[in-house]
């Protein structure tokens, strides 16, 4: 009772309130939210307007002011892949970014594949690849193996050549190249017939004599989508210290991890703070469509004036905080284990100058996050507006040195369900959920007080002090692929 009672505005009081259960009760509810909506809470769908209704009145009951805002978005159902014959069988599938829409039925035509020897091909690179082949009918699927140029080129050849839609399976020859393919054109609209991928077993099978499939697109609809933003004034009004996390997931599943834990996190900070009375304004966001391609967040950034978004000190992102095979990572503001590939704004080294400071004051290890802007910062680093945030780890693999300092176990990914069906309430590691909410509302708190440190605003010293060691360093560097957000980075095929 006293930590829902009290002004929790010293870290002492904070972190002693601020835990994994309370957290994890939120991940609880996002989970029965899920189950009770298919099995997803994903942008379009029933379980995210759920999530919605969720976190807002969850907020309203903690007391801060909270407003919803939409945003438009076209929400795109899934694809399906069926062959007809001469097996009959369901694919998992995906459409090609860029693809047209609509059904066909009909004749599956190779184009020149090769599921021999080295699988080289050009097939669909060349007009000569569709020499000989009928795709006079009315309904013609063009059977495509990946390699050799762009997946653009190929698409555009066989709409060319007559084709109503497309195929493009995994070209087999290296174990990276086994499983589903779903890359893009490069653009929108590129083709005006559905374009959908294929792992290389399953182009195996549709390449059979006599085969037959059925390609489904769904056309795009107007669903707008919600963000939630929940506000604790602060006597400054015009420095403004943002926190976000994404609260929707994917469709194949219900995103417990990703991104629950940062959601849920950020839903405990916000009841422990509810107390307090800051120094500059605290505004806290749950984005929609972030998994769509960061539409959520940009659509707020995008809707701001420029004198509102200048009265923005400085934006904490939290996505994926509890992988169950976990490292700490930082994002890292100033470069010294990834090269940025965007601009860093300045003050966000400090950010992750803090961070770095309370993992070394708890005793835990922490590493770099490469600071790509592949998630809800990227609106607001494009903004100028400095920027850090925590991430655990999602489809990249341990490695036996990380192993050695976090545990877990190397060889496997740090979240091997994610964007999957079996990232659940059983997918959170309550260990970094814990480490990584108490880091989270130290530096809201830390924030809430002065972010002189940032953006030079000055602000007032931290009741009782921060109290914080200066940064033992990160514990190693590692090579790329480290940040692991693939959100909006799917293959254009590079040879
Ligand atoms: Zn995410």
Known sequence: MKCHNRNNNTVSKLLECVDADGAFEHLEALQAIADENGGNRAAGLPGYDASVEYVASTLEDYGWDVTIEEFPFKYVGPSELEQLTPVNAVYETGPFTGTGYGEVTGTVIPVDVNLVGDRASTSGCEAADFAGLDFSGASDIALIQRGSCAFADKAINAEAAGAEAVIIFNQGNTPEREELIVGTLGGDDVVGIPVVGASFAQGEALAQQGSTARVMVPQPEDRPQKNVIAELPGRNEDNIVMAGAHLDSVQ??????????????????????????????????????????????????????????????????????????????????????????????????????????YFTSVGQPYDDA?????????????????AGGLFTGAEVVKNEEQEAIWGGVAGEAFDQCYHQACDDIENVDLDALDVNVDAIALAVLAYSYSTESVNGVPGKPVRGGLNLPAPAGPEMTWSAGGGGYHHDHEPTDLD
């Open 252 to 357: 194949a599943g219900p995103g417990i991890n990703d991104n629950g834990s940062g959601s849920a996190a950020l839903l405990e900070v916000a009841e422990r703070l509810r107390k307090l009375k800051p120094q500059n304004t605290v505004r806290l966001a749950w984005w929609g469509a972030e998994e769509s391609g960061l539409i959520g967040s940009e659509q707020y950034v995008a809707s701001l004036s420029q004198v509102e978004r200048s009265h923005i000190a400085l934006y904490l992102n939290f996505d994926m905080v509890a992988s169950p095979n976990y490292i700490y990572m930082i994002y890292d503001g100033d470069q010294s284990g990834f090269e940025a590939p965007v601009a860093v704004p300045e003050g966000s080294v400090q950010i992750e100058d803090l961070f770095e400071s």
């Open 370 to 386: 490469e600071f790509s802007g592949r998630s809800d910062y990227q609106a607001f680093i494009e903004n100028d507006i400095p």
